[in-house]
């Protein structure tokens, strides 16, 4: 099993100026403790569960390019950028540069937006729904032909490209990985589109019914199942177990963690993506690379 690191607050003491400097920590921490991949949500408000909308937040792929200038051989990625953010097109031109610039490191994560109060704020449309997920599928489209180097004119209902020419190419087929788990939507584009998906950690009694649902869709377009990358954020501190991280979250102990993840390692989890309430906390990536070492051998199930 890989493990990554999920950055979504930056409300640092002493921020802004303290941003900078304790990402970057954060970012090389991680990567010097053996984690497979950094991501950063795409948002430009801090988003409720998390706090009010005033906190700081970063825009994701500036964030994600000064990361890749921090660090040699982690994997970068917003987790997970809103298709209504951005052009198609441009999205696909920003993912390929960050790649090219981070030496063949970055991934596309995307869905179809939800946060309906930064779009008003920002005078971003906020499309319906069902409008939202067209524009979500041509993007997956478009996205897939310009890291393809294909430069055919494409035509869809919302997005029209005359000639989506992407040069320098990406060093690597860039990855894409589709954020949600609605049953009928967006797991049917993981099957169609995807080479991950990311859930959230709804422990292993909830995960197996989600994963039978897109193997039914792949089933459906003739796809194997095993070539998509299952990932699940879920939310830790590690330290003394019973003990309170300055964020107020209970922690858990190393041991604690190998038995919760690796239950979802059984039922087909093969990338864990963390959220820790201790992430500026130098001392807390000596656990984080022991957490890294053991379940690293683990295998994820069948599903």
Request: hydrophobic share 40%; net charge negative; with cysteine.
């Amino acid at each position: 099993m890989r493990c990554g690191l999920q950055v979504s607050y930056f409300s640092w003491p002493d921020a802004p100026a303290s941003i900078g400097p304790t990402f970057r920590r954060v970012a090389q921490n991680a990567e010097g403790a053996g984690m497979s991949s950094l991501w950063v949500m795409d948002h430009f408000f801090q988003i409720s569960m998390i706090g009010p909308p005033e906190l700081d937040m970063l825009e994701g792929y500036s964030a994600l390019a000064f990361a890749a200038a921090a660090t040699e051989r982690i994997e970068l990625g917003t987790l997970v950028t809103g298709v209504t953010y951005r052009h198609p097109g441009l999205l696909a031109k920003t993912v390929t540069t960050l790649d090219v610039l981070s030496g063949g490191r970055a991934w596309l994560g995307i869905g179809a937006a939800w946060n309906e109060e930064e779009h008003r704020g920002l005078g971003v449309p906020y499309p319906p729904v069902a409008e939202r997920f067209e524009r979500l599928e041509e993007t997956l489209q478009i996205a897939r032909r310009m890291f393809d180097g294909d430069d055919s004119p494409y035509a869809g209902r919302h997005y029209s490209l005359e000639r989506p020419l992407n040069v320098p190419a990406p060093l690597r087929r860039v990855p894409i990985l589709i954020g949600g788990s609605g049953p009928k939507k967006t797991l049917r584009l993981v099957a169609k589109y995807a080479d991950a998906c990311n859930l959230f950690d709804a422990g292993p009694e909830a995960m197996p019914a989600r994963l039978a649902i897109l193997r039914g869709h792949c089933d459906d377009v003739g796809r194997d199942p095993r070539e998509i990358e299952v990932t699940a954020l879920s939310r830790l501190s590690l330290g003394t177990s019973g003990a309170k991280a300055s964020s107020g979250e209970t922690m858990q102990s190393v041991d604690e963690a190998v038995d919760r993840y690796g239950r979802l390692a059984e039922v087909g989890l093969d990338h864990l993506i963390l959220g820790m309430g201790n992430d500026t906390d130098d001392t807390a990536y000596e656990l984080v690379a022991e957490l890294v070492r053991q379940l690293e051998p683990v295998e994820a199930g069948t599903w």
